[in-house]
């Protein structure tokens, strides 16, 4: 059995109260990886050319600034 077999069963054998508690660590885990890839992605540059075609729209009157928020 393959780890993410014994992981696939392991969570089907979950008690509803543990369910919901794993449910809440993974989306919490699946957060951090996402906010982990964004932050690579842009420090590397691969997100250069969304920044360049939001500026390129902004110049252009296509879009328009978005209200700052408040506290």
Same mark, same amino acid.
């Given at each position: 059995?393959t *780890? /993410? %077999?014994?992981i %696939? *069963?392991?969570?089907?054998e979950l008690a509803?109260?543990? #369910? &919901? +508690? $794993?449910? &809440? =660590?993974f989306d919490? $885990?699946? @957060? +951090?990886? $996402?906010?982990?890839?964004? @932050? +690579?992605d842009?420090?590397? !540059? *691969? /997100?250069? =050319?969304l920044?360049? %075609?939001?500026q390129?729209e /902004? &110049?252009? !009157?296509?879009?328009?600034? #978005?209200p +700052?928020a408040? *506290?």
């Amino acid at each position: 059995m393959t *780890k /993410l %077999e014994d992981i %696939e *069963k392991a969570v089907t054998e979950l008690a509803p109260d543990e #369910l &919901a +508690r $794993f449910r &809440a =660590w993974f989306d919490n $885990f699946q @957060e +951090r990886v $996402f906010d982990a890839d964004i @932050e +690579r992605d842009a420090n590397s !540059g *691969k /997100l250069d =050319w969304l920044v360049r %075609e939001a500026q390129t729209e /902004l &110049a252009s !009157g296509k879009t328009k600034p #978005l209200p +700052r928020a408040t *506290k």
